[in-house]
Structures are given as C-alpha cells and as structure tokens.
C-alpha cells in the first residue's frame, strides 16, 4: 500500500513538472501578428465583450474573431499588463490581424466602443444623470430609473455605488439597465464585496462616504493618509471640516479657495457646521479611494492641507497646521495653483 501511495505522488509531480513546462514552452511560442501601422483601410470587426469576462475568455473571443493570431498571444499581455482589467463590457471596434498588444489599445479605446458611457473616479450622481441624458434617455426616464433602482442592504442613495469605469451598452438599452449594471461592477470589484460585508466599527455606508471624501480630497499617493486624518478626526469628535463636501453642496469642481460664507451653509453635508460623516457619500469613488477607506494608513495626523501642486502635508500640530496654511495661501497669490 505504501509503494503504491509512493507511486502516485510521484506520477503527479512527473504530470505536474509535464505541465507546467508545456505551459512554459507554449508562452514562449504563442503566435502573434507583429505591431505595424494601422490605416482607415483595414479590415475590422465588432467584437462583444460579456460582462465580467476574464482575460482568457476576452482572448478567446478576439482569436475566434480575427483579431489575433491566437488566445495565447492576448492572455500574455493581459496578464502583464494591469491595464487590461479595465476593458469594457459591451461592443468593440477592432482592426484584424494585429498584434496582441495593439488588440489591447483598441480595447482601452473610448473612441472604439460604441454606445458607450463613462463614470471618472469622484464623479457625481448628478453627472452621471447629465450622461444619461446626453445618452438619449430623457429627464423623467432618468429619475424613474433610479428610483426602481434595488440597491444593497442598508443603502438609501445610488451615490457612491456607481463605480467609475467604461460603460458599453447595445442600442435598445434602458436606462434602469445601464445603472444596475454600475452597481452590478461595484459589488463584483473585491473592494467593493468588502465594503458591503464590512462589520466593523463602521458600516458599509459610512466607509463608502469616507472612500467619496478620501477620492475628492487627496492625491492618489495620499488616500490612506486622508483616510486616517478623517478616521482621526471622527474618533475624538473633532469636525472634519472637509472642503469637498462643500464643493458638493455648490456642485463646484476644481476650486482651491473656500470662502467664509460657503463654512456657513445649512446643509446636512456641511462638515464645517455638522459634526461626524454626511449622511451618504459625495461621489463614486474608485477602487483605490475605497481600498484606502477600508484599510487607512497609520498615523496620528489630524490636519493635512496642500500647500503646493503635489505637495500635501500632514500633521498632528495645529500650529505647524496653521504655518502651512500660510504658506499655501502665499502660494496661492503668486498663482502657484492655476
């Protein structure tokens, strides 16, 4: 008995070490067309891409419609390249016979997928109706969609579950679709299934509204610094005095400066005259914004101001706060920030 249990384990790793190599010999000769200028005149296809399709299933699809010389050749790219988990879901525009790398381009290419719709990292609700109507949906459709809307447990807005990527529908699509879909990718990202099981000392809605600050406040090599100053913040009952949230009473982007008067509007989401979280969050945030939310980085920083483009600093001190709120606003003057 005990030959024959010595006899399979090595039957398998003789299979195993067989496979591995034959995968490792069949990476190294995947065929692929090489680069080369592509013209107006080329040949091209419309190829489908279903909705959570994994990399071996788009490079199956693009071999069997002639756009690459085999699945192989794609599934090697898509796995090097981080990139490639952003293609869409939807029709696609794509020349034949081209290398694997440049299939990927076209996949990346808003100007190859048609009926397509865009959500960027922090936008708003609002803007996402705004698309929805360039679209073709009217006003009434619009809202009517959003009110069938069926969100997840303990969820009273669509705010902030419409996950920012590229969206491709087929003509005939309804409004009511296009956003169960936003939310359908939000609950498959694995930031977003955490988010929603998430059972700590904040529930699913609350660390959703500090991803939508985190996204609109901070550089991206700052998120889990911001999210540790607003946790920081909320643990000692200290006002978060966040500017984005304003900015998202006002419907303003881009402004750098806010007034005295603009702190003083009555608003549940003002977090300069309301203490703790607003009440839902202030825009979708990204993958990244949420990550940060869920897991913030350490540190007992309680202020952070942006005293140049790029420059972000943090701090516990209240006067090394105010000193750097000086030289911001030195900076600003001299125009540093247009």
């Not at 796995?79 to 490639?84: G, T």
């Not at 498959?188 to 609109?216: H, M, P």
């Not at 300069?272 to 607003?278: A, I, M, T």
Request: proline share 4%; glycine share 8%.
């Amino acid at each position: 008995m005990k030959r024959r249990r010595i006899a399979l384990a090595l039957t398998f790793i003789a299979v195993l070490t067989y496979s591995l190599y034959a995968s490792r010999i069949g990476n190294e000769n995947a065929p692929n067309y090489a680069d080369r200028q592509i013209v107006s005149s080329d040949p091209e296809t419309t190829v489908e891409i279903p909705s959570g399709a994994s990399g071996s299933a788009i490079a199956r699809i693009l071999f069997q419609a002639g756009v690459t010389k085999s699945s192989l050749a794609y599934f090697r790219v898509a796995v090097s390249d981080p990139r490639s988990q952003k293609v869409a879901a939807g029709g696609h525009r794509l020349t034949l016979k081209i290398s694997a790398a440049q299939a990927l381009e076209q996949l990346l290419d808003a100007s190859r997928i048609p009926n397509l719709i865009k959500v960027f990292e922090g936008e708003w609700k609002s803007e996402i109706e705004d698309s929805l109507w360039d679209f073709g949906f009217t006003r009434a459709q619009i809202s009517q969609a959003f009110r069938d809307l069926v969100l997840p447990q303990g969820f009273t807005s669509a705010e902030g579950l419409l996950f920012p990527a590229l969206y491709s529908f087929p003509s005939g699509v309804e409004a009511g679709q296009i956003l169960a879909a936003m939310i359908e990718r939000f609950q498959r990202e694995s930031v977003g299934r955490e988010l929603l099981t998430a059972n700590g000392k904040y529930s699913s809605v609350q660390l959703l509204t500090i991803a939508s600050i985190v996204q609109a406040e901070g550089d991206i090599k700052d998120f889990g610094k911001v999210s540790r100053v607003i946790r920081n913040r909320l643990d000692i009952g200290m006002p978060l005095q966040m500017d984005s949230t304003v900015h998202f009473i006002k419907r303003v982007r881009g402004q750098i400066f806010l007034s005295t008067s603009s702190t003083l509007i009555t608003s549940a989401y003002n977090t300069y005259k309301r203490y703790g979280l607003p009440p839902t969050p202030i825009g979708n945030p990204g993958a990244l914004a949420i990550a940060a939310a869920l897991h913030p980085q350490e540190g007992d920083w309680l202020y952070f101001i942006t005293v140049a483009p790029g420059d972000t600093r943090f701090t516990r001190s209240n006067d090394q706060f105010l000193a750097w709120k000086s030289l911001y606003a030195k900076n600003r003057k001299a125009g540093a920030f247009k």
